[in-house]
T-cell receptor, first 112, second 112 residues
Framework: GENVEQHPSTLSVQEGDSAVIKCTYS??????FPWYKQELGKRPQLIIDIRSNVGEKKDQRIAVTLNKTAKHFSLHITETQPEDSAVYFC???????????FGAGTTVTVRA | DGGITQSPKYLFRKEGQNVTLSCEQNLNHDAMYWYRQDPGQGLRLIYY???????QKGDIAEGYSVSREKKESFPLTVTSAQKNPTAFYLC???????????FGQGTRLTVV
């Protein structure tokens, strides 16, 4: 089955700096890669996603890139703000299966 | 509130007892999921269902059981066979392959 690995497990950045989280996946048939943000005490919520026919997608300060050949995808947060402090999860799924597999999560702390 | 409801929020049970966690959605979603969240281990998939009366094992199904008798409901039973049941359990639902998963608020189960 699909194995999603996520790095780093923790990330501390100065406010205004950029944060990058990287994920790798094992199943070359995977074609949908969402990112979820979980604030303390709250449920995970989708912040951005990318499909395998696209190499990059942006939404204001966040962007996701996908390298299908290397089977890895990354989340980029620019101009970080205190409200970006949260746990971020990457995930992967494939067209033929409803299974949605998550990485272990990255705890991001934005220092003021 | 997202249309997906888990109850109760906190649950305490004695060791050796089976316990059922409720998950209900009114979003008309076909897909439903159960995840277990432990510190540092991300969201691990227990079971998922693509349609009524059908479900598949996830990555850590041992000691758990589910049913999908109605589209709106996907209850999870934590049996006495689960060696380490104390955890935070998240239910999610979605339209299907390659679509956003919406999470419930979670149930924190403590077995004493």
């Amino acid at each position: 089955g699909e194995n999603v690995e996520q790095h780093p497990s923790t990330l501390s950045v100065q406010e205004g700096d950029s944060a990058v989280i990287k994920c790798t996946y094992s199943d070359s048939a995977s074609n949908y890669f969402p990112w979820y943000k979980q604030e303390l005490g709250k449920r995970p919520q989708l912040i951005i996603d990318i499909r395998s026919n696209v190499g990059e997608k942006k939404d204001q300060r966040i962007a996701v890139t996908l390298n299908k050949t290397a089977k890895h995808f990354s989340l980029h947060i620019t101009e970080t703000q205190p409200e970006d402090s949260a746990v971020y999860f990457c995930a992967a799924s494939k067209k033929s299966d409803y299974k949605l597999s998550f990485g272990a999560g990255t705890t991001v702390t934005v220092r003021a | 509130d997202g249309g997906i409801t888990q109850s109760p929020k906190y649950l305490f049970r004695k060791e050796g007892q089976n316990v059922t966690l409720s998950c209900e959605q009114n979003l008309n979603h076909d897909a439903m999921y159960w995840y277990r969240q432990d510190p540092g281990q991300g969201l691990r998939l227990i079971y998922y269902s693509q349609i009524v009366n059908d479900f598949q094992k996830g990555d850590i199904a041992e000691g758990y059981s589910v049913s999908r008798e109605k589209k709106e409901s996907f209850p999870l039973t934590v049996t006495s066979a689960q060696k380490n049941p104390t955890a935070f359990y998240l239910c999610a639902s979605g339209l299907g392959v390659g679509t956003e998963a919406f999470f419930g608020q979670g149930t924190r189960l403590t077995v004493v």
